[in-house]
């Protein structure tokens, strides 16, 4: 654990606060809630400002602009301003949030009073079907959007869901900003990596009728996005010993080794009994698993639309109907040249090879018997999101309010996925109809070498052929399947509100059903055919699809679709810069591809419904201790959930269900110990459930080596016990510095687990009868395979051990008032949140949190006059962990923590039109992705596994209110 130091931003924060002492008595007479500027990233603060001072429990809210104006064109760019959020990003935009180093699915995100799902596509290489619980910002246009609330601390009326934080969302409403208005705007922006022009539009009307009793807002946004990532990978090193107890072709003592190699006596997990263990060095240093080139290009087309209609037909009396709906168009094409250490270390010989000063890892070298490869991808992907919300406020008397909603949101994410590998003609193929070309040219397909040398995140890389020249590669078996997760959640809820003088009363009463449906297709037999002709290999049956001249219309250069490729990560000189990849259209037209057939034994089919029906009462009441204003806010929430999971097993429909139920009480209370001085208190029990994809009842089962694989209905909730304790000084108008320390016991996170052991009763019998090889009842029997009686490798997820999580948050936010005239309208943000945890993986290995930045930080300066305004805004985070323990052995995965920098500007030329500049990775931040080598090799290394760029985006729009 490291230690927390004082850090400059700190001290910075708190100087900015000493030479305002004596104004804040001065502006203490004036109330906090009003606000002097509007329509500014200033009044946004101020705002969001009110909302956090007079809020009961522990929130955090980021407000409009203006309408139709977020002041961040992302969602979760916005939210990372909030004090103990991290975002994740994907294709240079941000995706998930970690709120106090929890990550994205322990918080739950609401849209106008509902839970609403959210499923999309990866953009780059750590993306991937979102079938958990996680919320996707990126679906969303920002300008739909009118006001965001993060509640950090739970209470009674909050519903449940949210062990990290409840993200709130809210639309526009017409009676939010009576009478007529209008507003219409658009911008162009350009990626210095692309070059392409990425157009954004956006307008909304709204207008009131009937002395404000009627209103009607609708709103429309699109956008288009062209995004380009760059960049260089290992996907991991490993070793060939780590690699299934593989070895080296040739020994020690035939290769040319630079450098001493590390004993074996240091590697503290290996038996010199065990004879898989050999006494060749080479076969326990680490090497790249597939040193190659990454190629990502993506097409984004986002739109979405609102409507809000509201009545008022008494005083006591009011109706809303909210309508939202989203759709995002996602085509990415990916591609990557690489050569093949993973699975082939058993045919590769090393020449020559350079190591590091320890001895561990091999830096440089040179090998034959490497097959190259050309991975073309491509995920072309169409998610619509639509929710309707029918809501109504009744004033049954002067103090007795009755809050009815009923909701309705549902997803689609619909994702064909391509991908096509062309692979070095090899000279041992001797048939003539697949001509040896390399051997005729007097080159080695199989040659390699690479060298970090000069760069240790980039390598040089050279090969034995021309990687340029399409009649060097032949086609071999593509991968093609399509997703489509469909998901629906169906709201009701009613909230009675006993308004008394100095207190009031809430219960309430609420009911979820939440489905997901995944369906994975694959391509409808027999309608694939061969791209180009089949030739034999001369070696038994063995054919191959090579490259002739007259099918190199089927293949291109990265070249002329990724312009530039390269430049943004600062490659050395060796380093190659292009190669033949697929025509994605005119390869898929060759292969017949695009018509599929659900396949209903795929573990990824499966279909799991939840129901949830919850109570609560909650007190809330205003009074004094000690002559101090107190404000107790104290809840009691009981839920109850059942699930009901549905899979295959063998071919077989697997049915399973569970069923559980809570009691989450909750505590806030907020003193006043002086003028503007505030101390919080919260203690909460609270849960979030496990993802509805973990809990499918789905059976993969391969008898033949006893392995089975197995979704868990029964999996229990995550609990904790949360404590915050917040000190905040509300020391000028607009004003805050403050400190807040949480702290929570978590009870259980869940792990996938692999245990040997006799199957369950439940299990036993959906295996007997998926698989009757197994039973011994069935004729089909098999006595020399495993039965299911015995012992079967379970992998499953399971509730394994919990966790204390502690830590605090640092901020602070001021208009420098101060300042004399002529530096009038300078002011300042920044926070500063330390988080620490650890918790037990399998294997009993211990670590942080998946996601868990330690330190992670943002600030931002802003200048703001009537006529014109700018600021610049720092993000950053430590490195954070991704996996552990991580593929191939590895002791970890984890990303660098960036640090970002964004920068906007606005210029009112009249007082309704506006021009804003908007300026995205000012410094073109780089990502990196790293792995700590195997536990074999001591598990603490940095060895890249990606680094990528996406550049840096400059948006200049206009907009027009009315």
Not at 36 to 43: D, E, I, Q, Y
Request: hydrophobic share 35%.
């Amino acid at each position: 654990m490291s230690k927390f130091t004082l850090n400059p931003l700190v001290l910075a924060m708190a100087a900015c606060v000493l030479p305002t002492h004596g104004y804040a008595q001065e502006a203490s007479d004036g109330a906090l809630e009003e606000i002097v500027v509007t329509g500014s990233f200033r009044a946004s603060l101020a705002n969001a400002l009110n909302t956090k001072r007079t809020s009961a429990n522990n929130v955090d809210a980021i407000v409009a602009e203006d309408m139709g104006k977020m002041p961040d064109l992302n969602l979760a760019e916005s939210l990372q301003r909030v004090p103990g959020v991290a975002i994740t990003r994907e294709g240079g935009e941000g995706r998930n949030i970690t709120v106090r180093g929890l990550g994205p699915s322990f918080s739950a995100t609401t849209l106008n009073g509902m839970e609403v799902p959210s499923s999309t596509g990866g953009l780059d290489s750590s993306g991937g079907v979102n079938r958990g619980r996680s919320f996707d910002f990126n679906v969303f246009a920002s300008e739909l959007f009118n006001k965001i609330i993060l509640n950090k601390s739970a209470k009674g009326s909050l519903e449940e869901g949210g062990l990290a934080s409840t993200v709130e969302l809210y639309s526009a409403k017409p009676f939010d900003n009576p009478g007529a208005h209008a507003v219409i705007g658009g911008s162009m922006a350009v990626d210095n990596l692309t070059g392409e022009d990425d157009p954004r539009v956006v307008g909304m009307f709204s207008n009131t009728f009937a002395d404000d009793n009627i209103g009607v807002l609708v709103s429309f946004a699109q956008s288009e996005r062209n995004i380009r990532q760059e960049g260089f990978g290992t996907v991991r090193y490993t070793s060939a010993f780590d690699n299934s107890n593989r070895s080296f072709v040739g020994n020690d003592s035939t290769v040319d080794i630079t450098g001493t190699p590390n004993p074996l006596a240091n590697y503290p997990d290996l038996d010199p009994t065990d004879p898989k263990v050999t006494n060749e060095s080479l076969d326990y240093m680490l090497f790249p698993r597939l040193p190659r080139m990454d190629s990502f290009n993506t097409d984004q087309k986002r739109t979405g639309i609102t409507g809000s209609f509201q009545f008022r037909p008494t005083d006591r009396m009011e109706f809303t109907l909210d309508y939202l709906k989203s759709d995002l168009k996602t085509d990415v094409s990916s591609y990557n040249f690489f050569a093949q250490f993973r699975n082939t270390f058993g045919s590769i010989t090393p020449t020559s090879i350079v190591l590091d000063d320890a001895g561990r890892v091999a830096i440089a070298g040179e090998f034959t018997g490497v097959t190259p490869r050309v991975e073309s991808r491509g995920q072309f992907s169409d998610t619509e999101f639509e929710q309707v919300v029918l809501s109504g406020k009744f004033d049954l008397t002067d103090n007795l309010k009755l809050d009815l909603m009923f909701g309705n949101a549902s997803v689609v994410h619909d994702e064909e996925q391509y991908r096509f590998n062309l692979d070095a003609l090899n000279a041992s193929y001797t048939n003539a109809a697949a001509p040896t070309r390399q051997a005729i040219n007097g080159m080695n397909p199989t040659y390699f070498s690479y060298d970090f040398r000069k760069n240790s995140d980039i390598a040089e890389m050279s090969y034995g052929f021309d990687i340029n020249n399409p009649l060097n590669y032949h086609f071999t078996a593509p991968t093609i399947r399509k997703d489509i997760v469909e998901r629906e959640n169906d709201t009701f809820r009613a909230d009675l509100t006993w308004d008394l003088e100095e207190s009031s009363i809430k219960t309430g009463f609420i009911w979820n059903e939440r489905n997901i449906t995944s369906e994975r297709h694959d391509p409808t037999e027999g309608s694939l055919t061969d791209p180009v002709a089949r030739v034999s290999t001369g070696s038994g049956t063995s054919t191959i699809m090579p490259i002739t001249s007259a099918t190199t219309s089927l293949v291109t250069n990265l070249s002329r679709v990724s312009k530039g490729y390269g430049d943004a990560i600062n490659p050395p000189a060796g380093f190659p810069t292009d190669f033949v990849i697929n025509d994605f259209a005119a390869t898929k037209a060759a292969y017949n591809a695009g018509s599929f057939t659900l396949n209903p034994n795929d573990p990824s089919t499966f279909d799991v419904t939840e129901n949830t029906t919850g109570a609560y009462a909650e007190y809330t009441r205003n009074m004094e201790l000690a002559g101090m204003p107190l404000m107790v806010n104290a809840g009691l929430r009981y839920v109850e959930t059942e699930v009901e999971s549905l899979g295959v097993a063998g071919g077989v429909a697997s049915k399973r269900s569970s069923d559980y139920a809570e009691w989450l009480p909750s505590l806030n209370a907020t003193l006043e110990v002086v003028e503007d001085f505030l101390i919080r208190f919260s203690a909460n029990r609270n849960l979030s459930r496990p993802n509805l994809s973990s809990m499918t009842a789905t059976v993969n089962a391969t008898p033949i080596n006893g392995n089975i694989s197995v979704g868990n209905p029964g999996l229990d909730p995550i609990i904790a016990d949360a404590v915050d304790v917040g000190f905040e000084w509300y020391f000028a108008e607009e004003s805050v510095v403050g400190i807040t320390f949480f702290h929570k016991d978590i009870d259980s996170f869940i792990l996938n687990s692999t245990v040997s052991g006799v199957l369950p009763a439940d299990l036993k019998a959906i295996i007997g009868t998926a698989y009757p090889q197994t039973n011994p009842a069935s004729p089909s029997f098999d006595p020399n395979g495993v039965s299911m009686n015995d012992e079967w490798n379970i992998s499953t997820p399971i509730n394994g051990e919990g966790a204390k999580l502690n830590g605090y948050e640092i901020s602070y936010q001021q208009p420098f008032s101060f300042l004399p005239s002529a530096l009038e309208g300078f002011g300042m943000f920044a926070n500063y949140t330390y988080v620490d945890s650890e918790i037990t993986y399998p294997g009993d290995i211990k670590g942080p949190l998946s996601g868990l930045s330690e330190n992670s930080y943002n600030y931002g300066i802003y200048f703001e006059r009537e006529q014109f305004g700018a600021r610049v805004v720092v993000n950053g985070r430590d490195d954070y962990v991704t996996a552990l323990p991580g593929s191939d052995r590895n002791y970890s995965e984890n990303t660098s923590g960036p640090t970002r920098i964004d920068m906007s500007a606005f210029y009112n030329i009249t007082d309704n039109v506006k021009v804003n500049l908007e300026i995205i990775n000012l410094t073109e931040e780089d990502e990196r992705l790293y792995t700590t080598g195997p536990v074999s090799s001591g598990g603490d290394l940095n060895l890249v596994r990606e680094i990528n760029n996406t550049g840096r985006e400059i948006s200049l729009g206009i907009r027009a209110t009315f």
